[in-house]
């Protein structure tokens, strides 16, 4: 049987086949109820469309340029009328499944043996048996086409041979003949089938019968809705004329079985890439460039293939290109219609332009290490690379046809930002230089992506601009960022770094990118895209290489990024903790509101400025006071905080402060301050005042909340540890 594209009819109905066989090295027919209404809501919304089409032709057929007398006649018009909208109707609303391969082994002429294809095509032989059992004339040519002997049995009453036939096991096989018999005589028994004689125990535990007879019943109601709006013919019609294949003939067994190998394990549903291969491969010319593209979409295949696990942790199991090829082409088609807003796009992406995009993937991908190189540090090039690739192989798939102004999609829009900047910065730099790869500027590409990096990783999901911004920044107009608050520190960045010799700029970048990247830092989101100029002011002349380098060890002496990684709550950051008490109110106040409770540890936050009492104060920020003075003293923490005791009179008796009373605690319990956890609870008075401050509520050190009372306890209790009172049952 010749390579080629066939319909569900011509390839059941081709001479050469007796049967399509699923051999003993395929895999069960596993499929299930989602990957089955995937395939036929597909096959449904087009049949619709088909109908439409038929009903209402959106084209017709008129006589023009004719003279008088010789006009043609009407029923030669509405016959011309009915065939153009026949070959419309199928040209613009046939469904196409995808590739189907199959081997021919020459000592068993007519028996073709399935590779890959399995799944698709029993799901479709179970959705014509399916309206078949509808209808006396669809049963006899559902008989005819798709049986292999109508008239005859396998020596047995009940069990009809199929065209279709599996061979995994002798008794599934038995059990496909005897329920498609079974069905066309028996329509509405279906419920019945596992009553029946024949029906044996060992079909109980088989994957394969399981799902052939739950997909059967899936696939009934599925169909029902349209049957009872259409004729079970017309639908059936349309099975078997207008739903069609890539037909793929290995020709000999040795390499169909070596190429089922590699194919059995590329997933369980339809691959969209195979589909859209086979429409774009449609349009081809000539079978040349047929041959060629095929050709080369393979290779893009294999590509995605070898990057399959970028992105993703060890253990996770994606064993195809498939998830990341088909987010990939998702990604590139919505990115070009971004392009074109206001542009009639027929054609969002064809096989030019897949091509180009994968040359703009393979690019990044070459040049990365050669940025790295010309710099000290640039760790973070391989932290975007992998995020990058994550977004397009992590099964949590991204819909890039999210409309850009719904706020439920916001993550979706959030993943735009990080790739498709990406992509514009090769590509608005591509269209810069008129298309020569070899005049981009590896380094400005590089430095425009890191923007996208960064807004990425603050939550940033202005998408509807990106175009515009990418090619604002290649031409060097720090305009496209923006005027409001979350643009403030890119401007800053920008007007820091501008006008510098590439040696020195490359040594400030390198620093910056390294304070940046440390986990505080770069998380940013909903702290207006800051993830530098908390530590560093920017507008100061003098700050040099020298001195970033040190607010970079400053910052990491603070916070080790292994111990940051580790806990939460350490020694270090219980000591950080004290210190910060002597600057201000630098926590952050979280729930249960009936009571005041407050986050001492809420470090992304404090660090910021952004704690609940500061977050409006337009003041210094308690952090920052306490950075620049530590960074001054150019001594340890511990040398620091021990300087700052005592500094801070306090009376208990009379005082109603509760960021002295904390001072006064954390001087008096010093390493047994915040032992419970980095949070601080001021109960109501009807629990009572504190032991020690009596204007004040008791004040305890929990873990965030009252849930038992293991591990919290009363700050004065700290300092009586023969008394152990309790909160009790008060309210939690």
């Given amino acids: 049987m010749r390579t080629g594209r066939y319909n569900i009819a011509e390839l059941f109905g081709n001479r050469h086949i007796e049967q399509l066989v699923i051999p003993e090295i395929q895999r069960d027919y596993v499929w299930g109820p989602k990957q089955v209404e995937h395939l036929l809501t597909s096959i449904l919304g087009n049949f619709k469309a088909w109908q439409q089409e038929k009903g209402e032709p959106s084209l017709k057929v008129i006589q023009a340029n004719h003279k008088i007398g010789e006009e043609l006649p009407s029923d030669t018009i509405q016959s011309l009328q009915d065939e153009f909208t026949a070959f419309l109707a199928r040209r613009t609303h046939a469904t196409n499944v995808g590739f189907v391969y199959a081997y021919c082994d020459g000592d068993l002429p007519g028996q073709y043996y399935l590779i890959d294809g399995q799944q698709r095509l029993t799901t479709l032989f179970l959705a014509l048996l399916a309206v078949a059992v509808r209808n006396a004339e669809l049963k006899e040519r559902f008989r005819a086409r798709y049986c292999l002997s109508p008239l005859e049995t396998n020596g047995c009453k009940g069990e009809v041979l199929t065209k279709l036939d599996y061979r995994l096991r002798e008794h599934t096989a038995e059990f496909l003949h005897r329920c498609v018999d079974f069905f066309l005589g028996h329509p509405a028994a279906t419920g019945q089938m596992k009553e029946q004689t024949w029906y044996l125990q060992r079909f109980e535990g088989d994957t394969t019968i399981r799902n052939l007879f739950d997909n059967y019943t899936t696939i009934q109601k599925l169909i029902e809705p349209v049957l009872s709006d259409a004729t079970p013919a017309n639908f059936y019609e349309y099975l078997e004329d207008l739903v069609e294949c890539w037909y793929f003939d290995t020709n000999e067994s040795a390499q169909g079985e070596e190429l089922y190998i590699y194919l059995n394990a590329r997933g369980e549903i339809i691959a969209g890439n195979e589909n859209l291969k086979a429409r774009l491969l449609e349009k081809t010319r000539t079978a040349t460039e047929k041959n060629n593209w095929g050709r080369t979409w393979e290779e893009w295949q294999d590509y995605f293939w070898q990057k399959r696990k970028v992105g993703l942790a060890e253990t996770a199991v994606n064993p195809n290109a498939d998830r990341g090829f088909d987010s990939f082409l998702g990604c590139i088609e919505n990115l070009e219609k971004l392009q074109k807003i206001g542009a009639e796009v027929t054609e969002p992406v064809n096989l030019v332009i897949i091509n180009n995009y994968l040359s703009v993937l393979r690019w990044l991908e070459d040049q990365k290490e050669r940025f790295k190189d010309a710099y000290t540090n640039a760790d973070w090039i391989e932290s975007w690379f992998s995020e990058f690739w994550a977004i397009f192989n992590k099964p949590d798939v991204t819909e890039w046809e999210a409309s850009l102004s719904d706020s439920n999609k916001s993550t979706d829009h959030n993943r735009m930002v990080l790739v498709w900047g990406s992509l514009l910065c090769v590509i608005c730099s591509l269209e810069k230089e008129s298309g020569d790869w070899e005049k981009l500027d590896r380094e400005q590409v590089f430095r425009a992506i890191r923007i996208f990096y960064l807004r990425y990783h603050n939550f940033g999901r202005a998408v509807a601009s990106l175009p515009e911004t990418v090619r604002g920044i290649l031409s060097g107009n720090p305009e496209v960022l923006g005027r409001d608050e979350d643009a403030t520190e890119e401007r800053a960045k920008w007007e820091f770094l501008k006008d510098r010799p590439n040696g020195e700029r490359r040594a400030l970048e390198a620093v910056i990118w390294e ?71 630098f926590w952050n106040r979280v729930s249960p509101w009936y009571y005041e409770n407050y986050d001492l540890g809420d470090w992304r936050r404090a660090i910021r400025g952004k704690g609940s009492e500061e977050a409006g104060n337009r003041e210094v920020k308690s952090f920052r006071r306490f950075f620049d003075e530590f960074l001054q003293a150019g001594q340890s923490l511990d040398q620091f905080l021990e300087q700052k005791k005592s500094s801070v009179i306090v009376d208990p008796q009379s005082e109603p402060d509760l960021i002295k009373t904390l001072i006064w605690y954390s001087e008096k319990l010093n390493a047994s301050f915040l032992e419970k956890g980095m949070y601080v609870a001021v109960t109501n008075h009807e629990h009572g005042a504190d032991d020690h401050f009596p204007k004040l509520g008791a004040l305890w050190n929990t873990q965030g909340h009252f849930r038992g009372t293991s591990g919290n306890q009363k700050m004065a209790d700290q300092m009586y540890p023969y008394s152990q009172p309790r909160l009790g049952s008060g309210r939690k």
């Fill in 515 to 585: 304070i940046e990247d440390h986990p505080l830092n770069l998380n940013g989101r909903d702290f207006n895209g800051v993830n530098l100029t908390h530590l560093v002011c920017l507008s100061k002349p003098y700050i040099s290489f020298t001195q970033l380098q040190y607010i970079r060890d400053k910052f990491n002496e603070l916070f080790p990024i292994e111990e940051h990684i580790q806990a939460r709550c350490n020694n270090k950051n219980k000591k950080l903790a004290s210190v910060l008490l002597y600057y201000g109110r």
